[in-house]
Every structure is written in structure tokens, then in C-alpha cells.
């Protein structure tokens, strides 16, 4: 609908082509990361109570993304939080990690990055090309610490709703 808003009528969902559509797992997992290589897209700050892979409060998350030890009313979510309240990362997204899970385009495969070229190619992969559920990528507000990282792939069955879930659009630049 938003291509037919834009007068972009003639798109087929084309990777490549000039309208809106989902970002790939690879395309939020860059975007998410903002040239980073740590588990959040912010300057790691070292803290000794921090645990980036477990369940536990990490401050360098609280810093730029709603999970559960920052959501929390006595234990339970609170909800989903508006936009623009925790940092961006250095490319200026705000909201990549936490809040809701945001859908991607690819179809959901447990292996598919084991699979080497050319069964998975090696640059821009778009994932399987069918499937029974969608990859899903940010942790929510009820998440915790380590399903929020850049990395984190979970999925999703695009026929069932949850109020943790939401999106986000790509088009490509200079398009």
C-alpha cells in the first residue's frame, strides 16, 4: 500500500527494485550493528555486572533499547514504549534493540547460515525461499539481555499477530 501511496505501481518484490518492502535478516542485521562489532550498537562501556549473553541487566542495552529489566512494572512488561526515548545508534536508528521484535523478508531456516556457497551466497544472501515462518530480529520490551543483541535471529509465523511485533521499511538509496 505505501508503493501505491508513493506512485511506485509496478512493483513485483524484486530485491532490487525501487519500492519499499521489508529489510532482509543481513540488511537489519547491518543497519542494527552501524559498523559495530559488539553485541549493542553503542560504545561498549564495561561494567562488571553486565551479562551480555544471559538474562541479566546490561547497561550498554538499557542505554539504547527497551527489555525486560528496563520494562518492567514488579516483574511484568509494561508495554510497548514510543519511539525516539533511548540513544540511536551511530548511523542515527533509533529503537533497534528491544521495544518490539521487527519483522524481516526472509523465510526462517534454524541452518541456513551453516549452508556454505552456493546452497547460501556468500554476499547480500536473501535467505530461503520458502517457509513456514518469518525470521524476526531486536527482542522486545519482554526480552531478555540476549535476545536483543545484533546477532539474534528468532522467527515468527507471519499468520499469527502479537502486540510484541513491528516493522520497519527500506528503500534503496538514491532510489
Not at 529489566?69 to 511484568?76: A, C, F, I, K, V
Not at 533497534?96 to 526472509?106: A, L, Q, T
Not at 528468532?154 to 510484541?164: A, E, L, Q, R
Request: hydrophobic share 30%.
Amino acid at each position: 500500500m505505501l508503493n501505491l501511496l508513493d506512485g511506485r505501481l509496478n512493483c513485483t518484490g524484486d530485491l532490487h527494485e525501487n519500492c519499499y518492502r521489508l529489510p532482509t535478516e543481513v540488511e537489519w542485521e547491518y543497519a542494527a550493528r552501524a559498523s559495530t562489532t559488539t553485541a549493542y550498537a553503542n560504545p561498549y562501556v564495561f561494567d562488571p555486572n553486565d551479562t551480555e549473553t544471559g538474562t541479566g541487566f546490561n547497561s550498554n542495552l538499557a542505554a539504547m533499547g527497551w527489555y525486560i529489566w528496563n520494562d518492567t512494572n514488579g516483574g511484568y512488561a509494561t508495554g510497548l514504549k514510543p519511539v525516539l526515548r533511548k540513544q540511536p545508534n551511530s548511523w542515527g536508528l533509533y529503537d533497534m534493540h528491544g521495544n518490539v521484535w521487527e519483522w524481516c523478508r526472509d523465510w526462517y531456516q534454524l541452518s541456513y547460515y551453516s549452508l556454505v556457497p552456493p546452497e547460501r551466497p556468500a554476499t547480500d544472501p536473501e535467505g530461503p525461499s520458502s517457509g513456514s515462518a518469518r525470521v524476526i530480529r531486536g527482542g522486545n520490551g519482554g526480552s531478555v539481555a540476549s535476545f536483543a543483541r545484533s546477532a539474534r535471529r528468532y522467527y515468527h509465523s507471519p499468520g499469527s499477530g502479537s502486540s510484541g511485533l513491528g516493522f520497519r521499511v527500506v528503500l534503496l538509496s538514491g532510489q
